[in-house]
């Protein structure tokens, strides 16, 4: 079992950067696919990136193609969520999530692990 807490969410302007932060403790993180997802008010949980255990493969959402960027370094247990140019749609807490076994990456219900999300917030 892993347990996973995020950080380095904020109020960032559009157009700027932001990166954020998961850390995982309690197992061996080099198992498990890590991911991001989003979840704003009155919305559905969306799908934004997730990356394979050994970091050589990611998947990206439509919505943040080009401007987002997911990796992980196994050494130190993280995987980092890196957000150029950022629009306020994006606005959302951002949640880290994590997964030893899956047939789809891209849906939340694979995902028996979380972190408590971050807050994210872009000004126009």
């Known amino acids: 079992q892993v347990t996973l807490v995020e950080s380095g969410g904020g109020l960032v302007q559009a157009g700027g950067s932001l990166k954020l932060s998961c850390a995982a403790s309690g197992d061996t993180f080099n198992k498990y696919v890590g991911a991001w997802f989003r979840q704003a008010p009155g919305k559905s949980r969306e799908f934004v990136v997730a990356i394979s255990s050994g970091g050589f493969r990611t998947y990206y959402g439509d919505s943040v193609k080009g401007r987002f960027t997911i990796s992980r370094d196994n050494a130190k247990n993280t995987v980092a969520l890196q957000m150029n140019n950022p629009k306020p749609e994006d606005t959302a807490v951002y949640y880290c999530?994590?997964?030893?076994?899956?047939?789809?990456?891209?849906?939340?219900?694979?995902?028996?692990?979380w972190g408590r999300g971050t807050q994210v917030t872009v000004s126009s």
């Open positions: 999530a994590a997964t030893l076994y899956s047939n789809n990456v891209y849906a939340p219900n694979q995902y028996p692990y």
